[in-house]
């Protein structure tokens, strides 16, 4: 069964950075859109991150634009996402997801069709 597995979340101190694994099992990456979002309680889901196919277009929320980097290594078949200067409003649920081969996913949720688990990360003041 295809699946994502997150990994990395934790708590750091404002300023601080980490970096966001997500494993990708019984599923290749390549060909899909592979892409981060985040949720804080009270909050709806938000895209942070996207990479097209195979490490082209990348795109960003405006509030971590700067900060946050994604990237892919297509011989782990593992996404990543690297948060610098992180910041307390950075506090959430981390989720990867992947849409079906081909597809442009960007930014909309509702483009994605595989999601895992979540990572939490805690930015304290």
């Known amino acids: 069964q295809a699946r994502l597995v997150e990994s990395g979340g934790g708590s750091v101190q404002a300023g601080g950075a980490l970096t966001l694994s997500c494993e990708a099992t019984?599923?290749?990456?390549?060909?899909?859109?592979m892409a981060w979002f985040r949720q804080s309680p009270g909050k709806g889901r938000e895209g942070v991150a996207f990479?097209?196919?195979?490490?082209?277009?990348?795109d960003y929320a405006d509030s971590v634009k700067g900060r946050f980097t994604i990237s892919q290594d297509k011989d782990k078949n593992t996404g990543y996402l690297q948060m610098n200067t992180l910041k307390p409003e950075d506090t959430a649920m981390y989720s990867c997801?992947?849409?079906?081969?081909?597809?442009?996913?960007?930014?909309?949720?509702?483009?994605?069709?595989?999601w895992g688990q979540g990572t939490r990360v805690t930015v304290s003041s």
């Open positions: 997801a992947a849409t079906v081969h081909g597809r442009y996913g960007g930014l909309d949720p509702n483009a994605y069709h595989l």
């Open positions: 990479m097209w196919a195979d490490g082209g277009a990348t």
């Open positions: 019984e599923i290749t990456l390549r060909g899909r859109s």
